[in-house]
Structures are given as structure tokens and as C-alpha cells.
């Protein structure tokens, strides 16, 4: 049994801080971004997106609790954006604790995602992930996600 509980106050402060730092790092790895401006880009754009942190409205971010009921083991983040005028959810983050993988928490926690989009009265949800992440992408193929496009980039 995997719960979801609204991200609390003093959870989303670490949270945000090593969520800016780790986006920096995947746009810097997957050269999208340059080292030296991308600390200051991913806090743009968590700022954009969150100016309310979790009162943002639109923006729903939770802890994912633990088989124990007590332990957050990760969290996950989804927000609703306008897509070919269409409202779709969108997936902005997912983290398991390193010493809560491959124990079926992401996939659960995205099973209930599914039920509160749908409550919502939504009918898609979208996501990106990064090439280098092929745990995540193995993750969303098994989930049923499918592969809408590709950045591509060449470095000169
Ligand atoms: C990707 C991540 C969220 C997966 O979380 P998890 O709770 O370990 O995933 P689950 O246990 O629910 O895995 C479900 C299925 O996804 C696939 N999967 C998950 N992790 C995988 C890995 N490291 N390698 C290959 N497949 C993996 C498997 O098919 C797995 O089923 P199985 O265990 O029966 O083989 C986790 O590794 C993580 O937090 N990584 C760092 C942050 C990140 O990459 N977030 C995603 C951003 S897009």
C-alpha cells in the first residue's frame, strides 16, 4: 500500500533546494545546459512554476509514505498544463530514496496519480525524462507511457 500525502511545509524547503540542484545537474549531463548558468535556470524555472510553492494553484506535489505508514520514501509532482488546448497533467518530478527502489513505490505512487488526474476529469498525463535516464524511461514503458518525441542536440 503506497499513500500519498500533501507535501508538507517543511518538506517541500529540502525538497525544493535538492530538486533545483538535481534538475541542474540532468540539464548540465544531458548538455541542454551550460555548468555555469544552469543553478541559476533551474531556480527560474522552479520559481515560474511554484511561485506559491505547494499553495500554487494547479500544482499538486506529494510525499510518497512508506509500507511503515510514517517514512516518506520519495515525491512525486504533477501540475496541470494546457497542451493543444487541451488541460492534460503533467509530471514535473519523481523520486524514490535511493534505499526504497525496485520496491514498486513509483509505480504505485503513479497508479494513484492516475486516479486523482481522473478525479480531476482529465484524461492525460504527460511527462519528459532525460536520455540518459533509462531506469525512469524502463519505468514509464512499463507504465504504458509512450514516446510523443525527441530532442536532439549536437554539440559544435
Ligand atoms: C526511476 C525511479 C523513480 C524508479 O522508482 P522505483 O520505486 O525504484 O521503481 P519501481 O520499483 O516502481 O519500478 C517499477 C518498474 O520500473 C522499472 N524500473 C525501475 N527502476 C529501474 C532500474 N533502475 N532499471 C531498470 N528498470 C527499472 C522496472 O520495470 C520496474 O519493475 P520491476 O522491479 O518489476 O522490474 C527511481 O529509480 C528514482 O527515484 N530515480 C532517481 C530520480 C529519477 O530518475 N526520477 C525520474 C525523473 S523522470
Same mark, same amino acid.
Given at each position: 500500500m503506497t499513500t500519498l500525502l500533501p507535501m508538507r511545509a517543511e518538506t517541500y524547503e529540502s525538497y525544493h533546494e535538492s530538486s533545483i540542484l538535481s534538475y541542474a545537474e540532468d540539464n548540465v549531463q544531458s548538455g541542454r545546459w551550460r555548468e555555469e548558468d544552469a543553478l541559476e535556470q533551474s531556480r527560474n524555472e522552479f520559481h515560474t512554476l511554484l511561485?506559491?510553492? !505547494?499553495? !500554487?494553484?494547479d500544482q499538486y506535489l506529494f510525499e510518497i509514505i512508506g509500507k511503515d505508514n510514517l517514512t516518506a520514501v520519495g515525491f512525486i509532482w504533477f501540475g496541470i498544463v494546457i497542451e493543444d488546448g487541451v488541460r492534460i497533467a503533467f509530471v514535473y518530478d519523481l523520486e524514490i530514496k535511493a534505499d526504497h527502489r525496485r520496491q514498486g513505490y513509483a509505480k504505485r505512487a503513479f497508479k494513484a496519480i492516475e486516479t486523482l488526474v481522473n478525479d480531476l476529469g482529465l484524461t492525460r498525463i504527460g511527462l519528459h525524462v532525460f536520455n540518459q535516464n533509462t531506469a525512469a524511461q524502463t519505468l514509464y514503458k512499463h507504465l504504458g507511457y509512450e514516446v510523443t518525441s525527441i530532442n536532439m542536440l549536437k554539440k559544435l
Amino acid at each position: 500500500m503506497t499513500t500519498l500525502l500533501p507535501m508538507r511545509a517543511e518538506t517541500y524547503e529540502s525538497y525544493h533546494e535538492s530538486s533545483i540542484l538535481s534538475y541542474a545537474e540532468d540539464n548540465v549531463q544531458s548538455g541542454r545546459w551550460r555548468e555555469e548558468d544552469a543553478l541559476e535556470q533551474s531556480r527560474n524555472e522552479f520559481h515560474t512554476l511554484l511561485p506559491q510553492g !505547494t499553495d !500554487t494553484p494547479d500544482q499538486y506535489l506529494f510525499e510518497i509514505i512508506g509500507k511503515d505508514n510514517l517514512t516518506a520514501v520519495g515525491f512525486i509532482w504533477f501540475g496541470i498544463v494546457i497542451e493543444d488546448g487541451v488541460r492534460i497533467a503533467f509530471v514535473y518530478d519523481l523520486e524514490i530514496k535511493a534505499d526504497h527502489r525496485r520496491q514498486g513505490y513509483a509505480k504505485r505512487a503513479f497508479k494513484a496519480i492516475e486516479t486523482l488526474v481522473n478525479d480531476l476529469g482529465l484524461t492525460r498525463i504527460g511527462l519528459h525524462v532525460f536520455n540518459q535516464n533509462t531506469a525512469a524511461q524502463t519505468l514509464y514503458k512499463h507504465l504504458g507511457y509512450e514516446v510523443t518525441s525527441i530532442n536532439m542536440l549536437k554539440k559544435l
